[in-house]
C-alpha cells in the first residue's frame, strides 16, 4: 500500500539510508522507552531492600533474590486481594453483559413503543463522564432509593453502576441492527419466543462483538481506581490496586515493587497472548463508537 | 385500523420488549439518571448524613469560589490538558506516523506502546513515583548519564505537572497510537501520488493529504484527550498528593478532598456541577464529530 513515502525512493541508497537509520533510531528509542521501565520493575523487585535504595543505582542486581516475589505473595496476603479483583471485575463483566444484552436485542430487534427515546437518554449519558458524577452516584450507593440498602463495602456497588453502560448496549445494538429480520420471522414461525431466538439466533452470532464489548469493559474494570477506592473502604474488600496504593507508603521498596509486579502479570500476559484480537478489537470499538 | 386482537398482540409486544429492558432501565434509573438530576440537587444543599440534607442557596458556590484553591485546580486541570494535548496528541501523532511508514516490526512497535495501557494505573503511577526519585531514580539515572541536566520532577513545584503528564502519556500513549494507524491505513494511496506530482514535500503532504484525510479522528481523539485529562485525579493522587506547594492540585482532586476528607459533600457537589458543565460541552461536540462521522 502506498503510504506517505513513494516505494521507489526507499529503493535509492540515499532513501535507504534514511529509512534504516530512522528506523534504528526509532528501535532504539521505543524499546528505551518501554521496555526498560519494565526491566526496572522487574529486577527491582528482586533486588535486596539496600540495594534498591542505593544510589547511583544498580543496573544489573548484583544479588539476585528472585525468592522476594514468594514472600511477597505470602507477606502481603496478595491471593486474598487478587481474589477481590477477580470478583468485583468477573461479576461487573457478567451482570454488564446480562443487563446490555438483554437491552440490545430488544432496543434493535423487538423495537417496543419509546424505544428510541430510552435509547437516546441512556446515550445522554455518555455526555456525563462517570467520573464526574462521583459524588451523587456514592450518596445513591450507600442509601440506594426505595430498596434503601447501603452498598458500602459490597461488590455490587462496583457492579451495578458499571452495568449502567450505554457505550456498549450501543455498539451491541448497532451489531444486532445488522442481523436480517428474516432470519428471526423463520424462528418466529418455528415456534421461537423472544427469548429463545436472542439465546439461539442472535448470541451465537454476535460472538466477535461480545468479545469486543467484554475486553472493552474488563479493561476499563481493571483500569479504575477512584470508585472501588471510595465505596470499599474495608482494606479486606478491596482489590489489588487499591490496596497497593494503601500500603505503598508503609511497605518496604523491593516488596512493593515485587507486588506492583504481580498485580500487573495477569492482565499482560492475556494482552501478549490475544494481542492481535485486543488490538483489532480496541481500533473498532473506537472507531464505530 | 388495528383490531383489537391486534392491538392485543402488538401491546403483548410491547410488554415482553420492555421485559427485556427492564433490568437496564432500572441500573439506568438509579446508578446513572437519577445521580445526574441529583448532583444538580446537592450543589444546593448542606449534606448531613445524621439530620438530612437542607437547602442552603448558592452557599456551596460561594464556599468554593473563596476557597484559594478553586483557581489553583482549574488552572492545573487546564495546563494539565494543554500539555496533555501536545505531548499526548503530539506523540502518539508522529509515532503513528512512523510506525505506518515503516516496513519492518510494525507488530513489535504497536505492541510496546500499548503494553503500558494494560498496567492498572496506580501500578504506573507508583512506578513513576519511584523513577522521579531526584537521587538514584532511573530517570535522572538515564538522562544524566547520556549528559543532558537532570530535575526534581515531582518535587519541584515547577515541574511536577509536567512531569505527571509525561508518566500519564507514557501510560496512555498506545490507544491514541493505535486509533491514528487504524485512520491512516484507510487514506487512498493515491491521494499522495497526485499530490507529489504537484510536486508536494513530505511536510506538505502530510499537511494537505495525511491531516485533512485523517481530521475526523484527529479531532475525536482530542476531544477525548480533553474529557479524560479535565478529569485527571489517579496520578496527582497517587505521585504528590497535590503538592508541591499544591502545584498538582486538579478539580477531581479537590472534588475528592471537598467530599472525603472534608466531609463537605455540597462543595463537592457544587464543584463537580461546574466540572460537568465544561465536560458537557467537549462530549456534547465529540458526540457530534462521530455522528457526522457515520453518515
Request: aromatic share 12%.
Amino acid at each position: 500500500m502506498r503510504t506517505l513515502v513513494r516505494p521507489a525512493v526507499l529503493k535509492t541508497p540515499r532513501g535507504r539510508l534514511v529509512y534504516w537509520s530512522l528506523f534504528s533510531v526509532a528501535i532504539v528509542l521505543f524499546t528505551v522507552a518501554f521496555i526498560i521501565p519494565l526491566y526496572w520493575m522487574v529486577t527491582g523487585g528482586m533486588k535486596s531492600s539496600a540495594e534498591v535504595a542505593r544510589n547511583p543505582p544498580t543496573y544489573i542486581p548484583e544479588e539476585w533474590h528472585p525468592s522476594n516475589y514468594s514472600d511477597t505473595w505470602d507477606r502481603l496476603e496478595l491471593a486474598q486481594y487478587f481474589g477481590n479483583t477477580v470478583v468485583l471485575i468477573g461479576g461487573a463483566w457478567l451482570l454488564g453483559l446480562a443487563i446490555q444484552l438483554p437491552a440490545a436485542y430488544a432496543l434493535s430487534k423487538l423495537r417496543p413503543r419509546f424505544g428510541n427515546i430510552v435509547l437516546g437518554l441512556m446515550l445522554v449519558t455518555l455526555m456525563v463522564p462517570a467520573t464526574a458524577l462521583l459524588i451523587p452516584t456514592y450518596l445513591t450507593v450507600t442509601d440506594v432509593p426505595i430498596l434503601g440498602l447501603n452498598l458500602i463495602n459490597n461488590p455490587a456497588a462496583v457492579w451495578l453502576p458499571a452495568a449502567a453502560n450505554a457505550f456498549n448496549i450501543y455498539v451491541l445494538k448497532n451489531f444486532f441492527d445488522q442481523i436480517p429480520d428474516e432470519l428471526l420471522d423463520a424462528a418466529r414461525i418455528d415456534g421461537a419466543g423472544a427469548f429463545t431466538t436472542m439465546w439461539r439466533i442472535i448470541l451465537p452470532l454476535s460472538r466477535p462483538i461480545i468479545a469486543v464489548v467484554s475486553i472493552l469493559s474488563i479493561t476499563a474494570l481493571w483500569r479504575d481506581f477512584l470508585w472501588p477506592m471510595v465505596v470499599l473502604p474495608d482494606p479486606a474488600k478491596q482489590p489489588i490496586t487499591v490496596y497497593l496504593q494503601r500500603i505503598a507508603d508503609t511497605t518496604s521498596l523491593n516488596m512493593l515493587i515485587a507486588g506492583m509486579v504481580l498485580a500487573s502479570i495477569p492482565l499482560v500476559v492475556v494482552f501478549l497472548i490475544f494481542q492481535r484480537h485486543i488490538l483489532a478489537g480496541l481500533t473498532a470499538g473506537s472507531l464505530k463508537g | 385500523m388495528i383490531t383489537p386482537t391486534g392491538r392485543r398482540r402488538r401491546l403483548g409486544e410491547h410488554v415482553t420488549a420492555y421485559g427485556f429492558l427492564c433490568a437496564a432501565l432500572v441500573v439506568f434509573a438509579v446508578f446513572a439518571w437519577y445521580p445526574a438530576i441529583r448532583n444538580v440537587v446537592l450543589s444546593f444543599q448542606e449534606v448531613n448524613f445524621v439530620r438530612g440534607s437542607s437547602w442552603v442557596g448558592l452557599e456551596n458556590f460561594s464556599y468554593i469560589l473563596d476557597d484559594p484553591l478553586f483557581a489553583k485546580a482549574w488552572r492545573n486541570s487546564a495546563l494539565f490538558t494543554l500539555y496533555a494535548l501536545l505531548l499526548g496528541f503530539g506523540v502518539p501523532f508522529v509515532t503513528a506516523l512512523l510506525i505506518n511508514e515503516f516496513r519492518h516490526a510494525r507488530a513489535y512497535f504497536r505492541v510496546l506502546v500499548y503494553l503500558p495501557v494494560m498496567l492498572p494505573p496506580v501500578v504506573v503511577a507508583l512506578m513513576w513515583r519511584w523513577f522521579y526519585q531526584p537521587e538514584g531514580g532511573l530517570i535522572n539515572e538515564v538522562i544524566g548519564g547520556v549528559g543532558l541536566p537532570t530535575s526534581e520532577w515531582t518535587n519541584s513545584s515547577s515541574t511536577a505537572l509536567i512531569s505527571l503528564v509525561i508518566a500519564s502519556t507514557w501510560a496512555n500513549m498506545g490507544t491514541a497510537t493505535l486509533i491514528y494507524l487504524a485512520a491512516l491505513q484507510t487514506i487512498p494511496g493515491e491521494l499522495y501520488e497526485a499530490a507529489e506530482l504537484e510536486g508536494a514535500g513530505i511536510l506538505r503532504r502530510i499537511w494537505h493529504v495525511t491531516i485533512p484525510q485523517t481530521r475526523f479522528v484527529i479531532l475525536m481523539l482530542l476531544l477525548l484527550q480533553v474529557i479524560a485529562t479535565m478529569q485527571v485525579f489517579t496520578e496527582p493522587f497517587v505521585m504528590t498528593g497535590g503538592g508541591p506547594e499544591d502545584s498538582t492540585v486538579t478539580v477531581m482532586l479537590l472534588i475528592y478532598r471537598y467530599a472525603f476528607v472534608y466531609n463537605n459533600f455540597g462543595a463537592a457537589s457544587a464543584m463537580s456541577l461546574l466540572l460537568l458543565l465544561v465536560l458537557a460541552v467537549f462530549s456534547a461536540a465529540y458526540l457530534r464529530v462521530t455522528r457526522s462521522q457515520q453518515t
